[in-house]
């Protein structure tokens, strides 16, 4: 690891918390006012981007694994989906989540929403994570000797 840049690497390690934080507030507070998960999924894509960039790759492959990023790809897409099929088995239209509180649709309204949310945070947090991994790993054309 490079050792120069000392405020970079303090200051990205006191910005990561508060970013993940936002992602989580933006991500439960969805319905509500806006925003929701591909707001929230970019914001704590942009918290992992960061350290990499900061730290390099290797660094923040140590923290989230490839194989891990590419299950959150599926798990995101599963609650998903998953969200629709359980209303499709509870006698509804798919993604009717009235179906999740016959008594009270609107409870079912408020919970279905935060399923389906969930999922697609987690769907892009995994796919803006993927693309990083995918384009830091590359070699690159020129060497730095050669600019």
């Not at 990205?12 to 999924?41: E, N």
């Not at 945070?121 to 830091?136: E, Q, R």
Request: charged share 10%; aromatic share 14%; net charge negative.
């Amino acid at each position: 690891m490079i050792r120069h840049h000392l405020i970079l690497r303090v200051v990205t390690k006191l910005l990561i918390g508060p970013i993940m934080l936002f992602a989580l507030y933006v991500q439960f507070h969805g319905d509500y006012s806006p925003g929701g998960g591909f707001q929230a999924g970019v914001i704590m894509a942009v918290a992992f981007i960061i350290y990499g960039v900061v730290f390099g790759l290797a660094t923040v492959q140590q923290v989230l694994p490839p194989w891990l990023v590419h299950k959150l790809l599926a798990l995101g897409v599963i609650i998903y989906a998953g969200t629709g099929f359980a209303s499709l088995f509870l006698g509804y239209a798919y993604l009717d989540y009235g179906a999740f509180s016959p008594a009270h649709p609107e409870h079912g309204q408020h919970w279905g929403i935060l399923a389906v949310e969930l999922g697609v945070g987690i769907t892009v947090t995994g796919v803006m994570v993927a693309v990083y991994y995918a384009f830091a790993a590359r070699t690159p054309m020129l060497s730095d000797e050669d600019w």
